[in-house]
């Protein structure tokens, strides 16, 4: 299979044990109903976490390109934490907790590119892109 990654200094260090967990995030796949289930939960983290967070979370929130109404792309996003030396990449779910733990140890965030389905909008076990 190849995976096309976008080009990132810090992905080409990768080594290739990580590198295969890396999955493409497939953004047209995202359905309305996966945007409304984004912006839904995403409203209520928000409005939650802005009676408790430090104001520089929600600031830094918005700096990194993450938008409440719409699902980010890890394109998009990339392009922001370069700016800071981290790079994003999409995931299938859970991977193991040493790799997890290698790959922030690269400068990277590995988000799971699935997102909730309506019938589990409060809470999903399984990890997802919110």
């Known amino acids: 299979m190849s995976l096309h990654i976008e080009p990132n200094p810090l992905l080409d260090r990768l080594p290739p044990h990580l590198k295969q967990f890396i999955k493409p995030q497939n953004y047209d796949e995202y359905t309305p109903i996966n945007q409304a289930v984004w912006r839904y939960v995403m409203r209520k983290n928000i409005a939650s976490l802005s009676k408790v967070a430090h104001h520089s979370y929600l600031k830094g929130l918005e700096k990194t390109g993450i938008s409440i109404n719409k699902i980010p792309s890890m394109y998009g996003m990339n392009r922001i934490l370069k700016e800071i030396g981290w790079a994003a990449v999409a995931v299938d779910g859970f991977i193991p907790p040493n790799a997890f733990m ?12 699935d997102i909730r389905q309506l019938e589990n909008i409060e809470y999903t076990p399984a990890p997802d892109i919110i």
């Open 102 to 113: 290698e790959f922030q140890a690269y400068n990277i965030l590995v988000i799971a590119s």
